[in-house]
């Protein structure tokens, strides 16, 4: 990795794209997330099982990918070579192609599955489940973010951490593939390499699933949307539990 630096113009480099991928992707997965809820449900009125759920969520991850993994791909290049976003696009186009914007998909996809599935799935659940025990409604939501985000955080880590050596990594001079990737992690570091910084990731990831939580309850009495018209009506009731 980069050595630590406090220059402003180091510290700071791909804001702009980090922010198109956390805006796009939160748009993406809970569109995704809806659409394959209705696709799974059909026609019929029932709740979702939670194998269903879980399902929904983990494809729902997969697709979102196909956004998510360019634009985290601009942004490694950028934190690690600088450069704009235009320019860095072009540079990686000129010297590899438009194969290069498909570098580690399958990690992303497969590390995105496991994160929507913490966040718009296993959440709720356990949200659900702790309310319907008497605990409070915040409580409730803080304790299901935090378990979510300590389970989806350290099964997603090795993903993530293969797929960070993969994008920084764009002309394959020490990484190859997805698999030829993560044996080389195993072999100069064991386990321990493939979850460096687990413990930065779970609280990212709890701390996420909680203000998630929090923003869709604040917001969704305000929408005047009839989330049915868009195939959305099972989504937006599973995802925050309706207490008495």
Known sequence: GLPLSFN????????????????????????????FKK???????????????????????????????????LMIQQQRFGGSLVDTGRRMYSAI????????????????????VGMMSATPLLE??????????????????????????????PFDCIKACMKGDVERRKYGGFWETGRHLWRTGGA??????????????????????????AVEPLLPIDYTGFGLGDFSAGLTPKVA
Request: glycine residues 12%.
């Open 39 to 73: 696709l799974i449900i059909g026609g019929a009125s029932r709740q979702l099982t939670p194998l269903e759920d879980v399902s929904a969520a983990a494809a729902a991850g997969v697709v979102s990918a196909l956004y998510v993994s360019p634009v985290e791909l």
């Open 97 to 116: 192609g438009l194969g290069a914007f498909a570098r580690g998909y399958l990690a992303t996809a497969l590390r995105d599955a496991v994160y929507v």
């Open 8 to 35: 402003p113009h180091v510290l700071w480099r791909g804001t702009a794209t980090s922010i198109y991928n956390e805006t796009g992707q939160a748009g993406l997965q809970f569109l995704t997330t809806g659409v």
């Open 128 to 157: 659900d489940r702790l309310i319907k025990s008497g605990v409070g409604a915040t409580t409730g939501s803080l304790v299901g973010s935090c378990t979510a985000g300590l389970l989806a955080g350290t099964l997603s880590c």
């Open 192 to 217: 321990a390499r493939l979850f460096h910084g687990v413990e930065w990731r779970c609280a990212n990831l709890s701390g996420c699933f909680f203000v998630v939580t929090l923003a869709r309850r």
